[in-house]
């Protein structure tokens, strides 16, 4: 353009930025930017935000903060749109404490925060656990006179339900409808599943049939939520029913469905379903993944299913999955279950091997598994071990490390050794 002749006007400047920021050349907006400055261009917030929230966005949010005070050292002072994208954007990488200082220091610039400030911060304070801070600041935004939104009331629910607190999250969602703020299908999700992690599983379907008599769809979240309540209650014949109704609806079941069914088939003794339902899976080409051989392996052996479990373990790099430390944790489980305690010594010993660290989970089990079976030098072998990686041994351990210690069958090295964790 400037070859030619054309010198580009502020509008034009502005139209490339904008335009380079929507595809992610950031850097080559901020080239422009300096281009303008060089130019002596009246550059105002509008540039200033749309760079800020594009550096947000590629994850280069204290980038981001340097522009914004740069921005101020020229004299264009932030508006609600620079504090709300800098505030999403410290929250996105758990800088909470830096997005609220933000919020307070546009409370000390008289800058109004708009709906979707606030809503940033209630999530993520929920999502922290602070909910007695959430809580504030939701009322500090009905106090100014900004009506929450779904997304507003949504999140304070979850929080509620993350902590089980499932009376504060039913008076969130009625306070929400009060005033005339129509939950979402996600509002439901939100609620119906903290019904289910309470075992309220008749509150969650009238919360199903509340849905369906506002002609509300329900999602695959939805389905899923709902066949796991039925699986924690014990009513795996339900969760079944529903995952048939799902795929009726024209919903298909994704990774995290199958998951939780075969999850809950497992813990409740319907270990026939479960594989049933996992070769349905393979004849349908839907490639289970390393979450849904760890469920199956571990349901094996809870049904004493030693050789099936092996064989599923055996088979993961031919599927081209490779285990994981809590693949490996569930079979040395397994085998000291099983009284194999030298296959699970053997198998913690190729953890290595693979590149695939045991941590402190691992070696808990295999010394509770050695001391189970006497086989007290091979358990100290790997209590030092877990000692010099920093481990701690979790309560089982301890309680099977006193009796050993107080049954005085031990020698004094061993002794020595026990007392650093009794």
């Known amino acids: 353009m400037e070859k030619k002749g054309y010198k580009p006007d502020v509008i034009t400047y502005g139209t490339m930025i904008n335009s380079l920021c929507k595809v992610g050349e950031t850097g080559a ?92 911060l209630v999530d993520t304070l929920c999502k922290e656990g602070m909910l007695t801070e959430a809580k504030e600041i939701f009322d500090v935004m009905i106090q100014k006179g900004i009506e929450p939104n779904v997304v507003t009331y949504s999140s304070l629910i979850d929080g509620y339900c993350m902590q089980n607190k499932i009376d504060d999250a039913v008076k969130a969602f009625n306070m929400m409808i009060e005033r005339g703020c129509l939950p979402d299908v996600f509002s439901y999700n939100t609620l119906i599943n903290g019904y289910c992690k309470n075992k309220k599983i008749d509150d969650a379907m009238r919360l199903f049939h509340e849905m369906s008599n506002k002609g509300m769809i329900h999602d695959v979240v939805t389905y899923s939520t709902l066949i796991g309540g039925f699986c924690r209650v014990e009513r795996p014949q339900d969760a079944l029913e529903y995952f048939d109704r799902m795929r009726a609806y024209g919903q298909h079941p994704d ?14 003794k319907h270990l026939d379903e479960a594989m049933t339902l996992f070769q349905e899976m393979e004849d349908n080409k839907l490639h289970p993944d390393i979450v849904i051989y760890c469920i199956l392996i571990d349901g094996l052996f809870n049904a004493g299913k030693l050789t099936t479990a092996r064989e599923l373990f055996y ?24 009284g194999l305690i030298d296959e699970a010594s ?53 309680a099977m490390l006193v009796d050993l210690l107080s049954s005085n069958q031990v020698d004094n090295n061993i002794q020595e050794l026990l007392q650093k964790f009794v």
């Open 29 to 120: 907006a901020i080239r422009l930017l300096r281009k303008m400055e060089k130019g002596n261009f009246e550059l105002d917030v509008v540039l200033y935000n749309t760079i800020i929230d594009s550096l947000c966005k590629d994850r280069l949010v204290t980038e981001a903060l340097n522009l914004k005070s740069e921005m101020m050292s020229n004299g264009i002072q932030p508006d609600v749109i620079t504090y709300t994208c800098l505030i999403h954007g410290l929250c996105n990488f758990g800088r909470w404490k830096e997005a609220t200082s933000l919020f307070k220091e546009m409370e000390q610039k008289k800058i109004m925060p708009n709906v979707h400030t606030f809503s940033i």
């Open 315 to 338: 088979s993961l790099p031919i599927k081209g999955l490779q285990p994981t430390v809590p693949t490996y944790n569930i079979m040395i489980k397994g085998l000291c279950q099983e």
């Open 255 to 268: 990774l995290q469905t199958y998951a939780i069914l075969l999850d809950g088939l497992c813990k409740n």
């Open 346 to 398: 053997e198998l913690l010993e190729k953890m290595d091997e693979k590149g695939c660290s045991p941590n402190d989970r691992t070696y808990n089990k295999i010394i509770q598994g050695l001391l189970q079976h006497n086989e007290t030098s091979k358990a100290m072998k790997y209590l030092q071990i877990m000692v010099d990686k920093g481990f701690s041994a979790n309560v089982t351990t301890v």
